[in-house]
């Protein structure tokens, strides 16, 4: 039987949805640099504030889960009277979704590459080489690195991962009406606590190459 193998050099992508607390950005940045491909999480607000022509605090507000509505027309108004009239506006979760997607598809096409979150598995389904993953933990593990993360006391790092495991939970469902935490709407569930950060981004690594021939 013959069987398609993907040459090296074509792109392929890494996503990584993630509870908080499980190291999934630490274990996305270290799995990229030993893949040597590009990593992206909060550079796409960067990103797309750049290619939309609008603030970066239009995407921070949006991203931070504050609901506002900004009309559709303004993403061909890149002037900075555009930028200085609505400065009291913040793009919704929809319009944010709509401008991240659309950088999202345009670097995975130039690049290989990995993403943390905000749907990107979603996104890029319909890539020809992609590797979804989701990486969960402990709640000890969890409550330990949020707590050193933020500075925060137990019951206060407690409260945030409940809060942000909801939002996520939620903008999963609501941009792709699929369930952010089942197994399967990912490749690959992994919980870090298992093998630990290190050995959890080898083994992905691992993985990855076989899925990638690399």
Known sequence: MCQKVMLMEENYVITIGRQLGSGGREAGLKLAGLLGISFYDKELIRIASRESGL??????????????????????????????????????????????????????????????????????????????????????????????????????????????????????YYFSSKSWSSAESYHLCLNTSVLGIDETVSFIRQFAAKRFAL
């Open 55 to 172: 603030n970066e605090r239009f995407f921070e507000k949006a991203d931070e889960k504050k609901r506002f509505s900004l009309f559709w027309g303004l993403f061909g108004m890149h002037s900075p009277q555009t930028q200085e009239i609505y400065s009291g506006y913040y793009l919704s979760d929809e319009t944010l979704f709509k401008i991240q997607s659309d950088v999202i598809r345009s670097l995975a096409e130039k690049q290989s590459c990995l993403f943390v979150g905000r749907c990107a598995d979603y996104i890029l389904k319909d890539h020809p080489h992609r590797l979804s993953i989701f990486l969960s933990s402990d709640m000890n593990d969890r409550l330990k690195r949020v707590m050193g993360i933020h500075n925060i006391p137990e019951k206060d790092a407690r409260d945030l991962i409940a809060k942000t495991d909801k939002q996520r939970s939620s903008y999963y």
